[in-house]
């Protein structure tokens, strides 16, 4: 099936419908762009379980924080489109920021979406004011918009991840949200569009943020479930061009802070790397 590129909310509609009045079913995989293999994985998961996989590759203003790299972050459509393609998207949902929020001057200007505060008031959400409220806006748009049956997300965005599947059901809204894990290259960095931010001496320091992972999973392996005693373990792997923003434990199921590793959980990690911000995470207490 050939790719399709749509800009408007219209024409995506009328494309849509006809495919809903064939009875066909709709995936939905939301994106900034620059499309790389961790992206292909969700892409390829969706157009395995749907007839019909739209790939929205849309730069979100709403959930930059003023001194973020809304700007600079890199637009490459015509690669996304070639990714998108072979790996089995038909449609590719490209919008302006002015066709998503039209007469939009600020963001106090928009209807917006926030989740629970107790979801926000940790991890990436401490940090990035507003980022959640604008992710949750920008996906429910583009629910209402695509009007998916499934919609799939990467669990490199844990948090996200969990905010997005309380939002749906917390809304009522009907479409099944489908996780699909986590994609590294083969030396352990997670795939991230802000990659290629990263010098050669970048990635180098940046490894350690995935080593510190891997010793704190090996460590919950020999029966450290100490989250402190994990926090210094993992610490003394990191490279001194590396500054963690955070490293936090939550449960698998709650998302709650734990200071035992006792049950399934997350290890998460934000860190920054000369001046690049990274996340990270790892499932552990299996
Ligand atoms: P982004 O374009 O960074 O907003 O990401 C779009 C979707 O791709 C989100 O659901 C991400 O969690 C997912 N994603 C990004 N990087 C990875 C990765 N390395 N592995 C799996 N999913 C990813």
């Given at each position: 099936?050939?790719?399709?590129?749509?800009?408007?909310?219209?024409?995506?509609?009328?494309?849509?419908?006809?495919?809903?009045?064939?009875?066909?079913?709709?995936?939905?995989?939301?994106?900034?762009?620059?499309?790389?293999?961790?992206?292909?994985?969700?892409?390829?998961?969706s157009?395995?379980?749907?007839?019909?996989?739209?790939?929205?590759?849309?730069?979100?203003?709403?959930?930059?924080?003023?001194?973020?790299?809304?700007?600079?972050?890199?637009?490459?459509l015509?690669?996304?489109?070639?990714?998108?393609a072979?790996?089995?998207?038909?449609?590719?949902?490209?919008?302006?920021?002015?066709?998503?929020?039209?007469?939009m001057?600020?963001?106090?200007?928009?209807t917006?979406?926030?989740?629970?505060?107790?979801?926000?008031?940790?991890?990436?959400?401490?940090?990035?004011?507003?980022?959640?409220?604008?992710?949750?806006?920008?996906?429910?748009?583009?629910?209402?918009?695509?009007?998916?049956?499934?919609?799939?997300?990467?669990?490199?965005?844990?948090?996200?991840?969990?905010?997005?599947k309380?939002?749906?059901?917390?809304?009522?809204?009907?479409?099944?949200?489908?996780?699909?894990?986590?994609?590294?290259?083969?030396?352990?960095?997670?795939?991230?569009?802000?990659?290629?931010?990263?010098?050669?001496?970048?990635?180098?320091?940046?490894?350690?943020?995935?080593?510190?992972?891997?010793?704190?999973?090996?460590?919950?392996?020999?029966?450290?479930?100490?989250?402190?005693?994990?926090?210094?373990?993992?610490?003394?792997?990191?490279?001194?061009?590396?500054?963690?923003?955070?490293?936090?434990?939550?449960?698998?199921?709650?998302?709650?802070?734990?200071?035992?590793?006792?049950?399934?959980?997350?290890?998460?990690?934000?860190?920054?790397?000369n001046?690049?911000?990274?996340?990270?995470?790892?499932?552990?207490?299996?």
């Open positions: 099936m050939n790719l399709v590129v749509v800009n408007k909310i219209t024409e995506l509609r009328e494309i849509i419908k006809q495919y809903k009045k064939e009875g066909k079913t709709i995936g939905l995989v939301p994106t900034m762009g620059c499309l790389h293999k961790g992206h292909a994985s969700l892409i390829k998961k157009s395995q379980t749907c007839d019909i996989t739209v790939v929205s590759v849309f730069v979100n203003p709403v959930q930059f924080g003023p001194n973020e790299d809304y700007d600079k972050y890199p637009r490459t015509e690669s996304d489109r070639q990714l998108a072979e790996n089995g998207a038909c449609l590719i949902f490209a919008p302006s920021a002015a066709q998503m929020y039209p007469g001057l600020k963001f106090s200007d928009i917006m979406v926030a989740p629970p505060f107790k979801l926000v008031d940790m991890m990436c959400g401490k940090s990035r004011t507003g980022h959640f409220d604008g992710v949750c806006t920008v996906v429910t748009k583009l629910f209402n918009i695509v009007q998916p049956d499934y919609a799939f997300f990467g669990m490199k965005d844990i948090q996200q991840l969990y905010i997005i309380k939002m749906t059901a917390d809304l009522n809204i009907p479409v099944e949200i489908v996780p699909c894990p986590l994609v590294r290259e083969e030396s352990g960095l997670a795939l991230s569009s802000r990659n290629t931010y990263l010098s050669d001496a970048d990635k180098k320091s940046a490894l350690s943020i995935s080593q510190s992972l891997f010793t704190i999973q090996n460590a919950v392996k020999n029966g450290i479930i100490d989250t402190k005693k994990l926090f210094d373990t993992a610490m003394a792997v990191m490279d001194r061009n590396v500054e963690p923003e955070y490293i936090e434990f939550v449960d698998r199921e709650t998302f709650e802070p734990v200071e035992q590793i006792d049950r399934p959980s997350i290890a998460a990690i934000a860190a920054r790397v001046s690049v911000r990274l996340i990270d995470n790892i499932l552990i207490g299996d």
